[in-house]
């Protein structure tokens, strides 16, 4: 399949508000974006590492998490009146969007560092979208009942997910929930990069493995956005958007 060039733009203003309460709590440092016609405030978590200390990277708003919140919005179509869950949430920006769009049920999901769920929590409620987000902890590859308990205990419409797959012993584990939560002809939208230079293969095998078991790959698209740490260069981005049309697995419960 072909690609698509095109330099996605945006407008991010970084804000530090101090906002100390007069009970003495720490400042909160928020981070306002304008993504399309929405501007959003977030906080990013100040520690984030999971069972084995390994940092989750969820201190940071990732340009791959923006662009794919401005991709949501072009799409909207695909997600007005749709369940939609989110992997990998961190700040929960597109969870956000998409509750902005139009979802009819959005659910955040991360993995269970009580910092990065609570700070999750923080971000939808600030920005007035916990009656249509809710946040629920996970670990990739493991019992997906609560993700499912929060649409009813049915299948999702749509997944999305930015800059899962930097961590390539997680790819089954993560194509697991991703199956084992996603309705058939459901679709999965997802952004990623390179950000480790000589792993870029490493980094596309989670598409291979995608589309050996069940997704079609219906697009991908190639974004020019800033680097994240080099703010005047620019780098390359993928979208890619599947339909998961499933083959018999085990799903587990």
């Known amino acids: ?53 390994i940092t989750l990277f969820a201190t940071h708003i990732w340009k791959g998490c ?45 993995y269970p560092s009580q910092e990065v769920i609570d700070t999750l929590k923080r971000n939808v409620k600030r920005n007035e979208m916990d009656t249509l987000v809710t946040v ?6 493991s019992a997906v009942s609560s993700l499912l308990a929060e649409n009813c205990g049915r299948k999702y419409d749509v997944i999305v997910m930015a800059e899962c797959v930097w961590r ?28 480790v230079p000589g792993c870029e293969d490493a980094d596309d095998a989670f598409c291979r493995k995608a589309e050996q078991c069940g997704f079609f790959l219906r697009e991908k698209r190639i974004l020019r956005i800033p680097h994240q740490w080099k703010p005047d260069e620019m780098k390359s981005l ?5 339909t998961f049309q499933p083959k018999v697995f085990e799903a587990p419960h």
């Open 1 to 53: 399949m072909g690609y698509l060039y095109f330099t996605l733009l945006w407008e991010m203003n970084e804000l530090l508000q101090h906002n100390q309460t007069e009970e003495g709590e720490d400042e909160v440092f928020l981070t306002t974006l304008r993504c399309g016609d929405f501007e959003v405030s977030l906080e990013t978590a100040e520690s984030d590492s999971n069972a084995e200390k």
């Open 66 to 110: 923006v662009s794919l919140a401005e991709v949501l919005i072009e799409l909207r179509e695909n997600i007005q009146n749709k369940a939609v869950l989110e992997f990998g949430a961190a700040s929960g920006l597109p969870s956000i969007i998409t509750a902005k769009c139009g979802a009819a049920k959005v659910c955040a999901s991360d």
């Open 136 to 141: 629920v902890p996970h670990i990739w590859g």
């Open 168 to 195: 390539h012993d997680c790819h089954d584990d993560l194509l697991l929930s991703v199956r084992s939560c996603l309705k058939e002809e459901g679709r999965l939208l997802m952004t990623y990069s390179h950000h």
């Open 238 to 242: 993928f979208f890619c958007d599947f």
